[in-house]
Each structure stands twice: as structure tokens, then as C-alpha cells.
């Protein structure tokens, strides 16, 4: 019995150093990929909803660093587009109305594994809000008749003529 043990400690080094180098290539793989160190709230699972704005979002991955949690949002573009940065606005948005925190910043995963930070600032939320207004105008906007003109030779071979309350003879 005693023969077997030196074979069991051989094993237990042996999967020990495994482990490790397994976990270290873990390790690199995760800084290549721009994915930061803090511990992983959520990996795309989490719908995150605000009334108060009347915006939904789903960030990529929520990140828990210190007392904060920040959004990384991972795209397959090679560059930062202005409209990446407005999405991560609405995230800095859901997270402090939902959540109770104001994250400082959030990260933009691109297609090339570049990692770009994006600040949470004044103007940053001034832009996600008037926009947020703006689409709101425009579906109101929907339900309202379009007014138009129609001369009355174009009425009656009109496909929506039976849908107009504008519609002449």
C-alpha cells in the first residue's frame, strides 16, 4: 500500500501545476481581451429598466469594482463611433437609477481587443437625455394625422383612401 502514495502526491503536484498554468493563461486571455480585473456582476443577463427615463439597456458585462459598478460594452467594430459612447450613456443612466450607484466611467470592448474608457460626465448625460426626449416627441409624433393636400383627381385611385380622413370625393 504504501508503494502507491509517492504516485498519489506525483498526481496531486502534477494537477496542482495544472491549475495553475491553466489559470494563468486565463489570466492573459482576459487582459487581451480588455476585460477588466474586478469581479463579474453580469454577463449579458441582467435588463436593466428605468420609469423615471423611460430607458432599457442590457450592457455586455457589469464589472464591480470598489464601492461602483461599471458597464463594459463589447462591439465587433474596430473603432469607437459616437453612438457606442451615447449607449454606454444610457448604461451610466440605468445603473445609477436602478442600481443606486453612479459608476465613473465604463469600457468599449472594440472587434481588434482595443479597450477604450468612456468618462460618465455632464455632457455625456446631456446628450443620452435630449436624445431620449427627442425619440420620445418623435412616437408621439406617430399617432398624430399627417396633414396633407390632395387635389381631388388624386383621391380615388389612392391605396389609403379608405384609411384618410382627409380624402376629397
Avoid at 486571455?29 to 474586478?38: A, K, P, T, V, W
Avoid at 449579458?44 to 469594482?65: E, Q
Avoid at 399627417?146 to 383612401?161: A, D, E, L
Wanted: a positive charge; one cysteine or more.
Amino acid at each position: 500500500m504504501t508503494g502507491g502514495i509517492p504516485w498519489l502526491v506525483a498526481g496531486a503536484v502534477l494537477a496542482a501545476i495544472l491549475g495553475l498554468l491553466l489559470m494563468r493563461l486565463g489570466t492573459g486571455i482576459r487582459q487581451r481581451r480588455g476585460l477588466d480585473s474586478g469581479k463579474t456582476v453580469s454577463l449579458d443577463k441582467v435588463t436593466l429598466t428605468s420609469r423615471r427615463y423611460g430607458l432599457t439597456g442590457r450592457p455586455d458585462r457589469l464589472v464591480k469594482t470598489g464601492g461602483t459598478i461599471n458597464p463594459e460594452e463589447w462591439k465587433s467594430a474596430r473603432t469607437v463611433r459616437r453612438w457606442h459612447r451615447t449607449q454606454m450613456g444610457v448604461y451610466f443612466l440605468l445603473i445609477e437609477d436602478q442600481l443606486g450607484v453612479k459608476p465613473s466611467h465604463g469600457f468599449i470592448v472594440c472587434g481588434d481587443d482595443s479597450r477604450h474608457r468612456v468618462e460618465n460626465d455632464a455632457a455625456l448625460r446631456e446628450r443620452v437625455l435630449d436624445l431620449a426626449g427627442r425619440i420620445r416627441q418623435a412616437r408621439a409624433a406617430i399617432h398624430q394625422p399627417i396633414p396633407v393636400n390632395p387635389t381631388p383627381y388624386q383621391c380615388p385611385p389612392c391605396g389609403q383612401r379608405g384609411n384618410c380622413r382627409q380624402a376629397r370625393a
